[in-house]
């Protein structure tokens, strides 16, 4: 017979509930944060082998972070940090062509080019989280720090301007070639 503790403490386990997909989410978009912020001490990781281009003074401290984060479908789990200097960094966690850390560098005018489109959607003025009804929907969280200012947003559903701009940030950044799995020249 199990012990009467052990017994009671097995009964008050519950099944997760929907906030449990949320708490995960959330965790996952701190360490993305995380890995941003421990990154940047006004410079970025040196790349090896690359030519560093001249760093915009509007640019100085700039750091984009974007993180796709699962839902109930298997989807393409992984995070990427676009620096002022462009130096880019991919983290590949589940469903991806490339799992771990790599690194590329993008020009400054892609830099500027990704930026100015944060502020052609109007990016500082979009809601902080959206959500829809549909439970278990993949998410993303797209965060803009310039200027000692940050702004997080966290898509569920949102408006398409927002997902023009995941889709922008993937194509300059080229993370295809990590999430296919492919190097993309």
């Not at 984060?69 to 589940?94: A, N, R, W």
Request: hydrophobic share 35%; aromatic share 10%.
């Amino acid at each position: 017979m199990p012990h009467p503790k052990k017994k009671a403490a097995v009964k008050s386990l519950k099944p997760p509930d929907k906030n449990a997909f949320t708490l995960v989410a959330l965790v996952i978009f701190a360490a993305i944060l995380f890995i941003g912020f421990s990154m940047n001490n006004n410079q970025s990781p040196k790349i090896e082998n690359e030519v560093s281009e001249p760093v915009s003074k509007e640019f100085s401290d700039l750091v984009i972070t974007m993180g796709k984060i699962p839902g109930k479908e298997k989807t393409p789990v992984y995070s990427l940090v676009i620096y002022g200097d462009g130096s880019v960094f991919y983290e590949g966690v589940d469903s991806v062509g490339i799992i771990g850390v790599q690194s590329s560098k993008i020009t400054t005018g892609k830099v500027n080019e990704l930026a100015n489109y944060f502020s052609e959607i109007n990016f500082s003025s979009l809601k902080d989280i959206y959500t829809c009804q549909e439970s278990g929907t993949a998410a993303t969280t797209v965060t803009f720090t310039n200027n000692g200012k940050t702004k997080n947003v966290f898509d569920y559903c949102g408006p398409e301007e927002l997902r023009s701009l995941e889709k922008k940030i993937d194509e300059v950044t080229n993370s295809k070639q990590w999430i296919e799995g492919k190097p993309q020249y």
